[in-house]
T-cell receptor, first 117, second 111 residues
C-alpha cells in the first residue's frame, strides 16, 4: 500500500522537549499539507509545502513550530519546547501535481498522536 | 474567510435508518466540496466530492449535492449500517489548496 505514511503513530514528550513528526507522501505526490486536530474538534490547516519550498504557512503558530520538505526524504513537522497545549493529533496529507481548479483531493495519513506530559 | 458549519453530534441511529448530516459553507469564489470519514484511531478517508454547482458526489451509498443557491452540501444515506459508525467531516477547498473543515459529526449506528 503506497498511501501517506506518518510516523510515529504515537509520541509522548515532556514539557520543554522537542517533537519531530514525519510524513512520507504517496508515491508521485509532490505536495504535502499538515493539519492539527485538537480533541473533539475538526482539523485545522497548518502548512502547505512542495519539495524544498513552503507555499503557505498561514496556519502555523509563530513560535516553536517549523516544517520542511527536503529534496530527499520525508516532510518533517518540528515542535520545539513543547507545552501541554500542543497535545493533539497531527495529520499529514498529500496531493499530486500542481492544483488545477481546486479539484484534486488530498489523501491523508493515519496521523501522529502527540501527548505532552 | 472561508468557513464550514456542520451539525453537531452525536447522531445516534438504528441500523437501516436514514442519515442526513447538514453542512453549509461560506467561501469566496467557487470552492470544491468534500466529505471525509474518520474511523476510530485512523486518518481521514475521502468519501465523496463535488467540484461545481449541482454536481452530485456519491460513494458507498452516500450522496451529497453541491447547492450553490443555499451554499450547502448535505450528506445523506438511505440505509445505514453499524459499520458506518464514524466521524464525518465536511470540507471545502478554494484557491490556495488548503482544506477548511467543519467541526465533524459523530455518527453511532446501533444494531
Amino acid at each position: 500500500n503506497a498511501g501517506v505514511m506518518q510516523n510515529p503513530r504515537h509520541l509522548v514528550r515532556r514539557r520543554g522537549q522537542e517533537a519531530r513528526l514525519r510524513c512520507s507522501p504517496m508515491k508521485g505526490h509532490s505536495h504535502v499539507y499538515w493539519y492539527r486536530q485538537l480533541p473533539e474538534e475538526g482539523l485545522k490547516f497548518m502548512v502547505y509545502l512542495q519539495k524544498e519550498n513552503i507555499i503557505d504557512e498561514s496556519g502555523m503558530p509563530k513560535e516553536r513550530f517549523s516544517a520542511e520538505f527536503p529534496k530527499e526524504g520525508p516532510s518533517i513537522l518540528r515542535i520545539q519546547q513543547v507545552v501541554r497545549g500542543d497535545s493533539a493529533a497531527y495529520f499529514c496529507a498529500s496531493s499530486p501535481f500542481p492544483d488545477r481548479g481546486s479539484n484534486q483531493p488530498q489523501h491523508f495519513g493515519d496521523g501522529t498522536r502527540l501527548s505532552i506530559l | 474567510g472561508n468557513s464550514v458549519t456542520q451539525m453537531e453530534g452525536p447522531v445516534t441511529l438504528s441500523e437501516e435508518a436514514f442519515l442526513t448530516i447538514n453542512c453549509t459553507y461560506t467561501a469566496t469564489g467557487y470552492p470544491s466540496l468534500f466529505w471525509y470519514v474518520q474511523y476510530p484511531g485512523e486518518g481521514l478517508q475521502l468519501l465523496l466530492k463535488a467540484t461545481k454547482a449541482d454536481d452530485k458526489g456519491s460513494n458507498k451509498g452516500f450522496e451529497a449535492t453541491y447547492r450553490k443557491e443555499t451554499t450547502s452540501f448535505h450528506l445523506e444515506k438511505g440505509s445505514v449500517q453499524v459499520s458506518d459508525s464514524a466521524v464525518y467531516f465536511c470540507a471545502l477547498k478554494a484557491a490556495g489548496n488548503k482544506l477548511t473543515f467543519g467541526g465533524g459529526t459523530r455518527v453511532l449506528v446501533k444494531p
